[in-house]
């Protein structure tokens, strides 16, 4: 008798496929729900297994997919996580032998980090004018305070904040309060008018600017690109939650294009399991990312982006394990 064990999310598909392949005759003979294989499994993720018997092994089909070679394991593993499989592939052809056999999440890590450098921005300085754009929701205003009061309270380096937001009265104050407790200039910027007044007065300090969480559909949205394209003193980041759908995500780079975003924050990473079904679309738009998001704490919850933590966040490893590695 012939015995097979079929692996899915769902028992019922792990049936579909039995019976598909073994045949309508094939008999169950257990189900069990067991680790994920790879490394979601060593994080708790579980799936389905069915065991199911036939008379005969099924005649093999024609296989025209190159043979199996010794990257396979590790492109399934990556694959299982989310990635697509030419960067899944590009990852295993960087591993060397050694490192491919049994790939530690370490490895894995590591090798994904070298695909993923060029996404780092590495920023250190600021722009004399550092403007957050993005649609409601994301955590713009949080972002903004949580690398004001980092700056203030980690190098006594002042950042001035203004709140271009002439529609959410709770933003401006909640800014405002911060601004208060660690001693930053701050000032309110309600109309476009007023916005483009206040990027070309000269400042001491750089300023982090919180704009209207406009609606990517919001005709008004286009007077404030108006303001930001072109200015040579500003730079614009593009504010998008990490658990944004790929399809949705894709609709917010392109009704923000005109603004001509040079970098993009990611927020919320706290709220999705990988960052993997955003990793083709960032890497074809090819925007640097100057900071993950991780939560709500000020400023706890904020770390500029480095190519090993935006690895981390695709496997789906929590960053303070990166961070304190």
């Known amino acids: 008798m012939y015995l097979k064990r079929y692996r899915n999310q769902h028992v019922r598909e792990a ?11 094939a008999l169950v003979l257990s189900t069990a729900r067991v680790p994920v294989q790879g490394w979601r499994g060593w994080l708790g993720a579980r799936e389905m297994e069915l065991t199911a018997a036939a008379e005969r092994e099924p005649a093999p089909e024609p296989r025209h997919e190159r043979a199996a070679g010794p990257n396979d394991e590790v492109v399934a593993r990556l694959m299982a996580g989310g990635l697509d499989a030419g960067l899944a592939d590009e990852i295993a052809a960087g591993l060397s032998a050694n490192r491919r056999r049994g790939a530690s999440l370490h490895n894995l ?20 004018a550092e403007v957050f754009i993005g649609p409601p929701g994301v955590g713009k205003t949080t972002t903004i305070a949580k690398i004001a009061t980092q700056e203030r309270a980690r190098r006594g380096k ?27 200039q701050f000032q309110v910027a309600r109309t476009p008018e007023e916005l483009d007044r206040v990027l070309s007065t000269p400042r001491r300090h750089p300023v982090l600017v919180d704009t209207a969480g406009q609606s990517i559909d919001d005709g008004g949205r286009r007077e404030l690109m108006d303001v930001l394209a072109g200015r040579r003193n500003v730079r614009t980041h ?12 894709r609709r917010v780079f392109d009704a923000y294009d005109p603004a001509r975003p040079a970098r993009l924050v990611l927020t919320k990473l706290d709220e999705t399991g990988s960052l993997s079904p955003l990793v083709g679309l960032l890497r074809e738009r090819r925007i640097p990312i100057s900071y993950l998001g991780t939560g709500q704490r000020v400023p706890e919850d904020l770390n500029r982006a480095t190519a090993q933590l935006l690895a981390a966040s695709v496997l789906g490893e929590p960053t303070n394990a990166v961070l304190h590695a």
């Open 158 to 184: 002042r950042l001035e904040l203004i709140a271009a937001d002439g529609f959410r009265i709770g933003a401006v104050e909640q800014l405002r309060m911060y601004a208060d407790i660690i001693g930053a």
């Open 15 to 25: 049936l579909r496929a039995a019976k598909e392949e073994l045949g309508p005759a």
């Open 109 to 128: 890590r590591s090798a994904l980090a070298t695909r993923l450098s060029a996404l780092a921005a590495n920023d250190e300085d600021y722009a004399p």
């Open 238 to 249: 593009l504010v998008i939650a990490a658990d944004t759908p790929a399809a949705t995500a």
